[in-house]
C-alpha cells in the first residue's frame, strides 16, 4: 500500500529539462524521498528513460558512499566541514558523476539528502553549465530549511514544497471513506509513514518520539540552542493556539503565566522564526480587505501536521472544530493557493447618542477565516464545524456580505448535506465534499 501523490508527481514532470535545480522541500517524514526515488523514477522509466540514464544518490546511505571509494583512493570518502560535520567528500563525488555519464545522452541526477555533499551548492552549479544533466535534489536536517534554500540557490532553483497527505489522499491511499478515515486524520495527522501504522498507540509515541528527538532536535543543532527546554515549551504555546490570532507579546505573557519562566519577546520571535523555517509551522497574514493591504499585528500560525501538533499536547488538546480549520488551511496550500486571514472593517451602529440626539457609530473588525488567492482566482471561505441554528449561520455569513467583490464565497460545514447557495450567492459546502473534491476550490 502506497500514497500515489499524483499532485507533485505533475510539477516533477511539468519541470523536466527546465534549466533549474528541482529542489523537494519539506518537514521531515513528509514523503519527499519515496516522491523522487520511487514516484518520479517510475514516471520516467515509464515515459520511456532507460535505467541507465537515472543516476539516484543517497548521501546517507553507505552503500551508495561506498561507490566513492575508488575514485581518489588518497583523500577520505568523509571529511569534516567548517561545522564540524561530516559530509561526502564533493571531487569524488564529481569524478563518480563524470564517470557514469557521456556528454551525447541526457541523464537524470536524483540525489537524497544532498544537504550532507560537501559544498553541495558549487557542485549542483556546476552540474547546472551540462546541459545533458537534470538535476533533482532533497534534503532535511540541519542544512536545509526555508532560508537556506532561498540563499543556496539564488534563483537557480525551482521548488516543490512537499505537505504531508492531504485528507483525500490520506483517504484514497487506505481505501477509507472520508467518515472513518476523519478521526484519525484529525488525532495522527498525514505524514505517511505514520499513517501506514496499524495501531493508535503506536502512531501516537511515533509522533511524540518524532517531534522531540527530531524535529526539535535538528532546530537546536542547526541553530546552536542553549535554551532548548524554552524552546519546546514555546511549540506547545503555539501548539494550543492554533486558529487564535496571536502576536509575540501575548505569546510571551502566556509563557510567563503558564511556563513561570521569564522569556523576551526576541526570543519567542526568534523561536517561531526556527519553527516555521523547518517548515514544523507556516504563518497566516492579516489583511484588510476593504483597504487592501496588510496588517502587521495578529497573524494565526497552524501547523504542517495537525498530528505532530497534537503529539506536542500529548494529544491532550483534540478540538475538532480549531483542527478542523488547520486542515482547511494546508489544503488550501496545498491546492496552490497562498492563504491570508481576511479582516473587513465596517461602521457599527450602537446604542449611544451623540450631544445632537444622533446615533454613535463605532469601527469594528468582521474576520473571514480565509482568502485564498492564486493568480487571478480569490475564493473567501469561513470554517465552521457546525451551523446548528440562524444565528450561527449568520455569524458566519456577516463578514462575507460586507465583501463588495464578485469573488466566490464560501462557508465550509461538516454538515453531511449538499451545497447550498443563498440569494446573495454565499455557498454552504460541506467538509468532506469540500476536502475530496479539487474542483470546488
Not at 11 to 28: A, C, D, S
Not at 313 to 337: A, C, K
Not at 366 to 387: P, T
Request: net charge negative; with cysteine.
Amino acid at each position: 500500500m502506497e500514497f500515489g501523490r499524483e499532485r507533485y508527481l505533475k510539477q516533477l514532470l511539468e519541470r523536466e529539462y527546465n534549466g533549474l535545480i528541482k529542489v523537494i522541500t519539506g518537514m521531515r517524514r513528509s514523503g519527499k524521498s519515496f516522491l523522487m526515488n520511487e514516484l518520479f523514477y517510475r514516471a520516467l522509466i515509464k515515459k520511456g528513460v532507460s535505467d541507465g540514464q537515472i543516476i539516484r544518490f543517497a548521501f546517507d546511505m553507505d552503500e551508495d558512499i561506498d561507490l566513492l571509494e575508488d575514485y581518489f583512493p588518497d583523500e577520505p570518502t568523509r571529511v569534516l566541514n567548517e561545522r564540524n560535520e561530516y559530509v561526502v567528500n564533493a571531487r569524488k563525488f564529481r569524478a563518480f558523476i563524470r564517470n557514469h555519464t557521456r556528454d551525447t545522452e541526457p541523464y537524470y541526477l536524483l540525489l537524497d539528502e544532498v544537504q550532507l555533499l560537501e559544498g553541495f551548492t558549487g557542485t549542483l552549479n556546476g552540474f547546472l553549465r551540462h546541459r545533458n544533466l537534470d538535476v533533482y535534489v532533497t534534503g532535511s536536517n540541519s542544512r536545509f530549511l526555508s532560508s537556506d534554500i532561498a540563499t543556496e540557490f539564488k534563483g537557480r532553483g525551482s521548488v516543490i514544497h512537499v505537505l504531508p497527505l492531504s485528507f483525500r489522499e490520506y483517504c484514497e491511499g487506505l481505501q477509507l471513506e472520508p467518515t472513518h478515515a476523519w478521526p484519525d486524520y484529525l488525532e495522527t495527522g498525514g505524514l505517511p509513514l505514520v499513517a501506514l501504522m496499524r495501531s493508535r498507540s503506536e502512531r501516537m509515541g511515533y509522533l511524540k518520539n518524532l517531534s522531540e528527538e527530531t524535529y526539535l532536535k535538528d532546530i537546536i543543532q542547526h541553530h546552536h540552542i542553549r535554551k532548548t527546554a524554552e524552546l519546546g515549551e514555546t511549540l506547545d504555546i503555539v501548539a494550543s493556539s492554533i486558529g487564535s490570532p496571536v502576536n509575540v507579546l501575548r505569546l510571551t505573557n502566556t509563557f510567563k503565566s503558564v511556563i513561570k519562566k521569564e522569556i523576551s519577546d526576541d526570543t519567542i520571535s526568534t523561536f517561531i522564526d526556527y519553527f516555521e523555517d523547518s517548515f514544523l509551522i507556516s504563518r497566516a497574514q492579516r489583511y484588510d480587505v476593504r483597504g487592501r493591504k496588510y496588517i502587521g499585528a495578529l497573524n494565526k500560525l497552524y501547523f504542517e501536521d495537525v498530528g505532530v501538533r497534537n503529539a506536542r499536547l500529548n494529544f491532550r488538546q483534540v478540538e475538532e472544530s480549531h483542527l478542523m480549520e488547520n486542515i482547511l488551511y494546508n489544503e488550501l496550500r496545498y491546492r496552490g493557493y497562498n492563504v491570508d486571514i481576511g479582516e473587513v472593517g465596517i461602521r457599527e451602529k450602537t446604542d449611544r447618542r451623540d450631544l445632537n440626539g444622533k446615533p454613535v457609530y463605532a469601527q469594528k473588525m468582521l474576520e473571514v477565516d480565509f482568502i485564498a488567492s492564486n493568480g487571478s482566482s480569490k475564493y473567501y471561505i469561513q470554517s465552521a464545524l457546525s451551523l446548528p441554528d440562524e444565528e450561527k449561520e449568520a455569524q458566519e455569513k456577516r463578514p462575507l456580505y460586507r465583501i463588495d467583490d464578485s469573488f466566490t464565497k464560501l462557508i465550509v460545514t461538516k454538515n453531511g448535506l449538499h451545497t447550498r447557495q443563498d440569494e446573495k450567492g454565499v455557498m454552504i459546502v460541506d467538509l468532506f465534499h469540500f476536502l475530496m473534491n479539487d474542483d470546488i476550490v
